[in-house]
């Protein structure tokens, strides 16, 4: 604060202020020389007693520097996208499930609703004509679904993350259809369900 009270910085303030006409004489001659050499930057404490500001270091480091993006920034199932391949992308649709009794359905015991968010499941049925169960190659990540035949190709982002490893997957002949069963896996379900 010593730099902000000396006499130099306040005369400058002050003729930075001012709003004289330029014509006045009764200028002092010593303000108006000051004034000349000093600007809005010249404000304020010498550059020279100002600590410099150190650099924020970031919790974010990357362990490979010529690496152009890291791992968590590639979305999941990627590289399945193949633009090039012929195959088409078969009907399917998905369907959120959730376990309902009658002490929900006609007492509202719980606190089920109709929304996303009480769903504990989800039914996703591919329509595969002209396939058997053999040749179906199935691929379930945490949010992405890869489905493979001969004649189809289904790259299908997931709208909430499942438990990759707690579904089920049945083929239905008669229907030429695959039911994929999977179990959603979000962080706030033990809040929600409760």
């Given at each position: 604060?010593?730099?902000?009270?000396?006499?130099?910085?306040?005369?400058?303030?002050?003729?930075?202020?001012?709003?004289?006409?330029?014509?006045?004489?009764?200028?002092d001659p010593k303000i108006?020389?000051?004034?000349?050499?000093?600007?809005?930057?010249?404000?304020?404490?010498?550059?020279?007693?100002?600590?410099?500001?150190?650099?924020?270091?970031?919790?974010?480091?990357?362990?490979?520097?010529?690496?152009?993006?890291?791992?968590?920034?590639?979305?999941?199932?990627?590289?399945?996208?193949?633009?090039?391949?012929?195959?088409?992308?078969?009907?399917?649709?998905?369907?959120?499930?959730?376990?309902?009794?009658?002490?929900?359905?006609?007492?509202?015991?719980?606190?089920?609703?109709?929304?996303?968010?009480?769903?504990?499941?989800?039914?996703?049925?591919?329509?595969?004509p002209g396939t058997k169960?053999?040749?179906?190659?199935?691929?379930?990540?945490?949010?992405?679904?890869?489905?493979?035949?001969?004649?189809?190709?289904?790259?299908?982002?997931?709208?909430?993350?499942?438990?990759?490893?707690?579904?089920?997957?049945?083929?239905?002949?008669?229907?030429?259809?695959?039911?994929?069963?999977?179990?959603?896996?979000?962080?706030?379900?033990?809040?929600?369900?409760?």
């Open positions: 604060m010593d730099g902000l009270s000396s006499m130099q910085t306040l005369e400058a303030l002050s003729s930075l202020l001012s709003t004289r006409d330029e014509n006045d004489d009764d200028e108006v020389q000051a004034s000349a050499k000093l600007g809005p930057g010249n404000i304020g404490p010498p550059a020279s007693s100002v600590k410099p500001i150190k650099e924020a270091t970031s919790t974010y480091d990357k362990q490979n520097s010529k690496a152009i993006w890291d791992e968590d920034e590639v979305p999941e199932g990627a590289q399945f996208d193949d633009l090039t391949d012929p195959r088409p992308e078969p009907e399917y649709e998905i369907i959120l499930k959730q376990s309902v009794g009658t002490e929900d359905l006609f007492l509202g015991m719980s606190r089920k609703d109709p929304s996303s968010m009480c769903c504990e499941g989800m039914l996703v049925r591919v329509k595969l169960a053999s040749e179906v190659v199935l691929d379930v990540k945490e949010t992405f679904l890869d489905l493979r035949t001969p004649t189809h190709k289904l790259g299908l982002h997931l709208p909430h993350p499942v438990h990759r490893q707690e579904g089920k997957a049945r083929f239905i002949t008669e229907k030429e259809e695959l039911e994929i069963t999977l179990l959603l896996n979000r962080p706030m379900d033990c809040i929600n369900r409760a």
